[in-house]
């Protein structure tokens, strides 16, 4: 009998789209964000906006576009 696929196995939305590494990084980004304002509020004019950008246009980028390690098959034919 054949097996029916989902409408998430045939759009191929299976897994996660994310890693450990990019919620790893989109985290940092988030914290560099927070501390940024924090920092921000108490008047912090040189390293609130430095923090900022690192984690709006640095951090959060990279851990969306962060592939990761990719697993390679050992198969081996002979």
Not at 20 to 41: D, S, T, V
Not at 60 to 65: A, E, H, Q, R, T
């Amino acid at each position: 009998m054949a097996k029916v696929k989902t409408e998430q196995e045939t759009a191929g939305l299976t897994g996660l789209p994310f890693t450990k590494e990019n919620y790893i990084l989109m985290g940092a980004a988030l914290a560099a964000i927070i501390f940024g304002y924090i920092l921000l509020g108490s008047g912090s004019i040189t390293m609130a906006p430095i923090l900022l950008v690192l984690g709006y246009c640095v951090l959060f980028p990279v851990g969306i576009i962060w592939g990761g390690r990719k697993r390679k098959d050992v198969t081996e034919q002979e």
